[in-house]
């Protein structure tokens, strides 16, 4: 929701750290171009946060500072469904083999807190702490198909559905129509949704009232992650898990 009073300056300092990620590294007049601010503005600004020791200056490169991972590990230890889930995901990926992973939504993108990886699991760009569209994975979607209707309708109208591959599914309707399926099914696939050539089997994770807490998948290459180990085998396996997690977080 957006602040009714927001503060420019503090909106400036994340557009200058958000620079520097996506540029991965970069120089005063760089970030400057970037924010769309005078070069001696953004000085003050990287020079106030190199400062306060978030951003390092390697003369005169600029990277983001490793204090953030400090504040990110933080952030993720105190999810209970972390600490639930964690030795479980790691499970799930030794007995299958894959990338195993736990995901969560804020701000209605899903954040991974887990991914864990089995002895045959493909690497892939994705790492603990990036933030992903929900309709574009099946991680995602299971989370939105337990979502209100009204939230979902409220992360549709603010982040869009942007296509990632061209079997993302773009279109609300048809994507209303997964979720109800999702829903009554149990768990949700992502068929090269997100990545060419990544298939993914995912489910929710849910409180005793119906919350939605997150969500468990596997991933792996579509010439592996196929035939009924894909739409029967890795689905029973990650129900497993969630039911594991569940019971956990009820009893704890």
């Known amino acids: 929701m957006p602040a009714k009073n927001p503060i420019k300056s503090t909106e400036t300092t994340f557009r200058v750290i958000e620079g520097l990620q996506a540029l991965d590294g970069a120089g005063v007049s760089e970030i400057a171009e970037y924010v769309d ?38 952030a993720r230890n105190r999810r209970q469904i972390y600490q639930i889930a964690e030795p479980e995901v790691a499970d799930l990926a030794e007995e299958t083999g894959e990338l195993a992973n736990l995901l969560i939504e804020e ?12 002895e045959q699991a493909v690497q892939v760009e994705a790492h603990v702490g990036t933030r ?33 591959t061209p079997r993302t599914v773009t279109d609300r309707e048809a994507l209303l129509d997964q979720l109800d399926e999702i829903r009554d099914r149990g768990y949700a696939f992502d068929d090269e949704e997100r990545l060419r050539g990544l298939r993914c089997v995912a489910a929710p994770i849910l409180s005793t009232d119906d919350r939605i807490l997150g969500a468990v998948s596997v991933s792996g290459p579509s010439h592996r992650i196929r035939d009924e180990h894909f739409r029967k085998t890795l689905p029973k396996r990650v129900l497993e898990t969630v039911n594991v997690i569940e019971l956990n977080v009820t009893y704890s």
Do not use: W
């Open 37 to 74: 601010r005078p070069k001696s503005t953004v000085h003050n600004y990287l020079s106030t946060l190199e400062q306060e020791e978030y951003v390092v200056n390697n003369d005169g490169e600029y990277e983001v500072g490793i204090r953030f991972l400090e504040l990110g590990a933080y």
């Open 107 to 118: 701000h209605g993108r899903g954040t991974y807190l887990q991914r864990a990886r089995g």
């Open 132 to 164: 992903v569209s929900l309709h574009s994975t099946a991680l995602g979607k299971s989370i939105l198909a337990h979502l209100p209707r009204s939230r979902v309708d409220e992360v549709i109208e603010r982040h869009g559905l942007e296509p990632t």
